[in-house]
């Protein structure tokens, strides 16, 4: 009986000694983070111009609507408008300039307006 609870003292240190190793390595890679990227763990607010905003949104809108059933012709031309908003007020926000996007496909331009490429 002694020598199963010797045993059992000896793996429970052996795994405090694991837990305290793991925690110290926890802490230093937190602390790596931290210095690393300042943002992270923090409140991070990215500013979106409303308008960027209030375009997303809506294409959100309709692109839930196009899942379920062919749009519209105003729906079509709404869709159109904000993508092609979208476009120009994501080309002003990073001072490229990208192309025409009254030349650009819907396909492109809805594309650009979900992935930014």
Known sequence: MEHELLGHVKIIERLQK???ALRKEVDHLK???????????GDVKIEVP?????????????????????????ETKKLEILIKSLYHIKDKSTGTIIGDG???SVEALTNLAQHGE
């Open 18 to 20: 694991e837990n305290s």
């Open 31 to 41: 602390e790596l983070l931290t210095a690393t990227a300042p943002l992270i763990g």
């Open 50 to 74: 409303k308008e960027q905003a209030a375009c997303e949104i809506q294409l959100r809108i309709l692109h839930d609507k196009a899942q379920q059933r062919e749009l519209t012709l105003e």
């Open 102 to 104: 009254a030349q650009m």
